[in-house]
């Protein structure tokens, strides 16, 4: 199916981009001012909606951007249920890592954090799916 060399470039590829969004998501947080991101990856009108508001779409285009996301929601769906594991190990790796630098108050602090994200991360995929 991967070759090995391919497997370690996706495995560096995800484990970039949880370590980007982890220091994105530490940086957030560590700001006073909190706005909500303008659409949810998964929220196909949210998305419509920030397309719609960021280039002026017409409403025929918003409809033909609308069945774009909706027809390749499924495979996406599919690729993320057969990754999705894979990323959740890679995740709790970088998370073990990174509280072993931290002194123990940090980790204490560093775990709430974890928390938290979880808890946002779990109510998307929720509202995503329509499940509590």
């Known amino acids: 199916m991967f070759s090995r060399s391919k497997a370690w470039a996706l495995a560096l590829l995800v484990a ?16 006073a ?5 303008p659409f949810r990856y998964r929220d196909a009108s949210a998305m419509v909606a920030y397309l719609k508001k960021e280039l002026s779409l017409s409403p025929a285009q918003q409809d033909s ?9 499924p495979d996406l ?11 959740d190990s890679i995740r709790s790796a970088i998370q073990t890592e990174i509280s072993a630098q931290l002194t123990a108050l940090q ?19 929720s509202a995503r799916t329509g499940r509590k």
Do not use: H, N
Not at 16 to 24: D, I, K, L, T
Not at 33 to 37: E, G, I, L
Not at 107 to 125: I, K, N, P, T
């Open 16 to 31: 970039v981009f949880v370590a980007g969004g982890a220091a994105g998501w530490g940086a957030r947080s560590m700001t």
């Open 107 to 125: 980790q204490s602090r560093y775990r709430d954090l974890v928390a938290r994200f979880e808890r946002q991360r779990r109510g998307a995929d």
């Open 65 to 73: 951007v609308r069945a774009v996301l909706q027809r390749y929601r």
């Open 33 to 37: 001012a909190r706005r909500p991101p």
């Open 77 to 87: 769906d599919a690729i993320w249920k057969q990754v999705r594991p894979r990323v």
